[in-house]
């Protein structure tokens, strides 16, 4: 458990914030599966309870933005000047992140609330448009470099990779490993 921080009146304090992000994450991966409440996470961030609800709507909200945080610090968007380099890469570290704790555990809850609470869908709707427009950045990179066709749908693109991914990942029905990356990373810039 964290020692107790210094109150930072109402101004957003990023210690404070980093501690519950990390807090949030942490939690989530240990209770498998169970819930997670407020209480725990402002106690194991060392913060008080008042401090989330005054910068988070809800516990969502707090996953959420711990999710947004975690993948913009650890899923590069790369530009190695090669669409399929790029592609392999961002795809791979995607399914991957996604799966290590405390990552996975927590998108799975996410995904379960986001179904009951229409705020929390809303907030992962930004989260996942954030992530397709990264994605779609790679594919315009390569369109403009002339390794994808001009009239390539780079929208259908992205659905093609996000659609692999949140199938395999809610569902588990076949896995989300590199090589797996490779190959939809492949079947998307081969000549047709």
Same mark, same amino acid.
């Given at each position: 458990m964290s020692a107790e921080r210094a109150h930072t009146g109402r101004r957003r304090n990023e210690e404070a914030r980093r501690a519950v992000l990390d807090a949030a994450l942490r939690l989530i991966a240990d209770?498998?599966?169970a819930p997670v409440g407020v209480d725990a996470i402002a106690r194991e961030a060392g913060v008080g309870k008042q401090t989330l609800y005054r910068w988070w709507p809800s516990k969502g909200a707090v996953l959420l933005d711990a999710l947004t945080d975690r993948a913009e610090r650890t899923v590069s968007v790369p530009d190695?000047?090669?669409?399929? +380099?790029?592609?392999? !890469?961002?795809?791979?570290?995607? $399914? *991957? #992140? &996604?799966?290590a704790a405390p990552v996975g555990p927590a998108l799975r809850t996410l995904v379960q609330e986001a179904?009951? +609470?229409?705020?929390? !869908?809303?907030?992962?709707?930004? $989260? *996942? #448009? &954030?992530?397709?427009?990264?994605?779609?950045e790679v594919f315009a990179r390569g369109r403009e470099r002339g390794e994808l066709p001009p009239d390539s749908d780079l929208d259908l693109m992205v659905?093609?990779?996000?659609?692999?991914?949140?199938?395999?990942f809610l569902l588990g029905h076949a896995p989300l490993g590199e090589r797996e990356a490779v190959r939809l990373a492949d079947s998307l810039v081969r000549p047709q």
């Open positions: 209770a498998d599966g190695s000047g090669s669409l399929s +380099d790029d592609l392999r !890469a961002l795809i791979a570290s995607t $399914f *991957t #992140q &996604a799966q179904a009951r +609470d229409p705020h929390l !869908a809303d907030l992962m709707r930004e $989260f *996942t #448009q &954030a992530r397709r427009t990264a994605l779609r659905d093609q990779v996000y659609g692999v991914f949140w199938y395999r």
